[in-house]
């Protein structure tokens, strides 16, 4: 396919087909992806009605991973690159020399004796007059020796050259102009045959039997020069579409390179000893045991066994900072180890791994359309017809209206219109920026599913986000530490005796304590007794003390006074913290406070969603003393609490109904209804979630900033589409009639 009309053409056959509900043929990728039903129609039928159409088809093969269809696809790119370019240097060659020599036959006064004819003087292309009116004189004063050439001469030497560049240059042009001919259909193979094939005809006639022209008072004019260098520019504008091609699979690229060839595995030899041992990758078996060395990538997906080290995830998530890895974390494939060394267990292999799955999701945007495409797809339909009718029309008016030479203006006017058309950049216009835009998202973290929710994100306005683990983090963590004044316990003792208390616990809040502690360096003690007391805490005897941990209610059963403490507790709660008093044998020791704390990102992430002119509600199904303590600290607009995962359904279609275009962002596992019900679903995932079904957009880096950054994307995209579109609709406009 080569543009607009083609893809076009067979998108309509397909459509046509019983039992298809729709067909998306991209003009980019070279893919068509249909959905339809295997009772009515077979796939191997699908692809002779595209063979039907004048083109060649074939199923993709399920053997294959996006890995090495992405490979492959790339060495067609880059061989189609080179062929064009090669072909439009010697072309545009042989047509700047072919222009020099025609010079003398354009000459008023020149004549062939041994043909018996003269030029007359007329030139009906605007540029060659121009040329031969400035550089003749000087041409004639440089090279004499041109002008004394028989004419017949230079005339049959152009044909032969142009007749070659139309053979091996253009051949292309002519065989799909041919072929769609035959099936009924036309394209912009069609209108470069048409208009060079014409002039080519003429050429040869004029050549052949001068004769023929000038008993009719027409000057046998030769336009040999204007083939080759029609087929010169036209070759270099399909270079330049190629590089294009080439260049907007960058980003997939990349992630393609991303995947190294062989691991490090231990493998027991012929004697049953382990041993280190150089395996390509597509012989790893889940389970066994990959070895990382510093600065080494990370051949597939695992969990670490031993070892610990940072490891850079920015090219799959977008995170600048390395991550750290320890026993028991997960490792993603193609990203890179920085420090230490480690052992880890491979899982998901080939197809099913993290990174094989974004390069699928992305194919699979980047083939898919955009809904703005369908005014490019109305109008490519009927251009190349509208075109050939106006040529025709050009050509009448001209031989009627023309007061010298009337058929040989007619005729460079009526192949002028044929040439100037392009319905190309049409039916690049928008995939070309898909391709460029999930790239670009790609490399921020932003996974996007397809050209329709690239479109809709840049529409948006509102912007629903849960709370736990989307504004926030999604964990408890303590957040402060507040001393009783009468206390004389240092605080690092009071901290150790609670979190050692809490190690029997399997409160959330427990998990925060014991975590905090131990990331402090403290070394906790085993309780020697401990009970925990629904709603109030916990008691328990660490040490030899008597400690009490818990609220307000717990402190008056065991007749603590909380009242020094009680204004702290009170601020705390007022933040949307979890207070918790601490008692050390029946003397108030302290306050320790609970929240789950809003993400570092979460409040520049919102203030970018206002500067987008975007309104920011929060759902949550957690109390809304808390929830509106973390959206006044975030700076959310509006907050709707304690609802559960139905209710949030409910708002986002209240805020439908009121016109708004509106976008979820959720983790994409308990908000998978609202995520599927919002306008746009952005589901935060890690590297290990990039598959979540519900959301349009997954947000790989688990970072509110992302989905800001998604919203701009989209619309810097919709600007550059309705850019790409304009400058394709008005070249034509203003092109065609003049």
């Not at 020399?97 to 043909?115: E, F, K, N, R, W």
């Not at 330049?240 to 699979?249: P, S």
């Not at 206390?487 to 809040?509: C, D, G, I, R």
Request: proline residues 5%; hydrophobic residues 50%; aromatic residues 6%.
């Amino acid at each position: 396919m080569t543009c607009a009309a083609c893809s076009a053409r067979v998108q309509r056959a397909l459509e046509k087909q019983p039992g298809v509900a729709d067909a998306n043929v991209n003009l980019m990728m070279k893919t068509a992806t249909v959905h339809f039903d295997p009772r009515v129609v077979s796939a191997e039928r699908l692809v002779s009605t595209i063979e039907a159409t004048g083109y060649g088809a074939q199923l993709a093969s399920p053997d294959q991973t996006a890995f090495e269809e992405q490979e492959a696809r790339d060495r067609a790119s880059a061989e189609e690159f080179t062929e064009l370019r090669r072909k439009a240097i010697v072309s545009g060659i042989a047509g700047v020399v072919a222009m020099i020599v025609s010079m003398p036959l354009m000459a008023p006064g020149v004549s062939d004796m041994a043909g018996g004819h003269a030029h007359t003087g007329v030139v009906a292309d605007p540029f060659m007059r121009w040329a031969m009116e400035s550089l003749s004189p000087a041409l004639r004063a440089v090279m004499p020796w041109l002008y004394a050439i028989p004419a017949s001469v230079i005339s049959w030497s152009l044909l032969l050259v142009t007749l070659g560049v139309m053979a091996w240059a253009g051949r292309h042009f002519y065989t799909r102009a041919w072929a769609a001919f035959r099936h009924h259909s036309a394209d912009m193979n069609t209108l470069v045959a048409v208009g060079t094939g014409a002039a080519f005809v003429y050429s040869v006639l004029a050549t052949v039997a001068p004769t023929f022209f000038t008993s009719r008072g027409v000057a046998p004019d030769v336009y040999y020069e204007a083939v080759i260098i029609i087929i010169a520019l036209i070759l270099t504008g399909n270079a330049f579409e190629a590089r294009a091609k080439k260049q907007t699979a960058s980003a997939l690229r990349a992630l393609v390179q991303l995947q190294p060839k062989t691991a490090r595995v231990l493998r027991q030899d012929v004697d049953g000893r382990e041993v280190e041992v150089d395996a390509p990758i597509d012989t790893l078996e889940p389970g066994e045991t990959v070895i990382v060395r510093p600065g080494e990538r990370v051949p597939v997906d695992g969990v670490l066994l031993s070892g610990e080290s940072a490891v850079d995830e920015s090219m799959l998530t977008g995170e600048s900072l390395p991550v750290a890895k320890r026993a028991g974390d997960a490792v993603i494939g193609g990203t890179i180890n920085r420090t230490g060394a480690f052992h880890y267990r491979a899982t998901t292999l080939g197809a099913d791994s993290v990174l094989a799955r974004i390069v699928q999701l992305m194919r699979d945007a980047q083939g898919s359309r955009a809904p703005i495409q369908k005014l490019a797809d109305r109008i490519s339909g009927i251009f190349v017809p509208v075109v050939l009718s106006l040529a025709i029309a050009t050509f009448v008016v001209w031989y009627v209206a023309a007061d010298t030479a009337p058929a040989v203006r007619a005729f460079a006017a009526a192949v002028a219109v044929l040439i100037i058309a392009c319905p190309c950049a049409m039916g690049l216009a928008v995939p070309t920026a898909v391709m460029v835009s999930t790239g670009k998202g790609a490399e921020l973290g932003v996974l996007i599913k397809g050209g329709e929710a690239l479109q809709r994100a840049g529409d948006l306005g509102t912007i629903v986000l849960d709370k736990t683990g989307t504004v926030t983090e999604g964990r408890p963590t303590v957040t402060d530490f507040v001393p009783a004044p009468s206390s004389t316990m240092e605080a690092a003792q009071v901290l150790q005796l609670v979190a050692s208390l809490e190690t029997l616990s399997e409160h959330p809040l427990a998990d925060a304590i014991v975590k905090h502690a131990r990331d402090a360096g403290r070394t906790l003690s085993v309780p020697e007794a401990f009970e925990s007391l629904t709603g109030r805490g916990a008691i328990g005897v660490v040490e030899g003390l008597a400690l009490a941990v818990g609220n307000a209610q717990l402190m008056a059963d065991y007749a603590v006074d909380v009242s020094p403490l009680s204004h702290d507790a009170e601020r705390l709660a007022g933040d949307g913290k979890t207070p918790m008093y601490v008692a050390v044998d029946g003397a108030l020791a302290a306050v320790i406070a609970v929240a789950d704390p809003i993400k570092p990102s979460s409040r520049e992430a919102i203030a970018r969603f206002h500067a987008l002119g975007l309104q920011v509600v929060m759902l949550t199904g957690d109390n809304r003393r808390t929830a509106e303590a973390v959206a006044r600290a975030a700076g959310i607009d509006r907050v709707v609490a304690e609802v559960l995962p139905d209710g949030k359904v409910a708002e986002i279609e209240r805020l439908q109904r009121t016109g708004q275009v509106v976008a979820m962002v959720g983790d994409g596992i308990n908000d998978a209804p609202a995520l599927a019900k919002a306008d746009v679903g952005m589901a935060i995932g890690t590297g290990t979630d990039i598959a979540v079904e519900a959301g349009d957009v997954v947000l790989m880096r688990g970072d509110l900033r992302s989905a800001a950054q998604a919203v701009e994307l989209s619309r810097r995209t919709m600007r550059t589409m309705k850019q790409n579109l304009f400058w394709a609709f008005i070249y034509n406009v203003i092109g065609i009639p003049i």
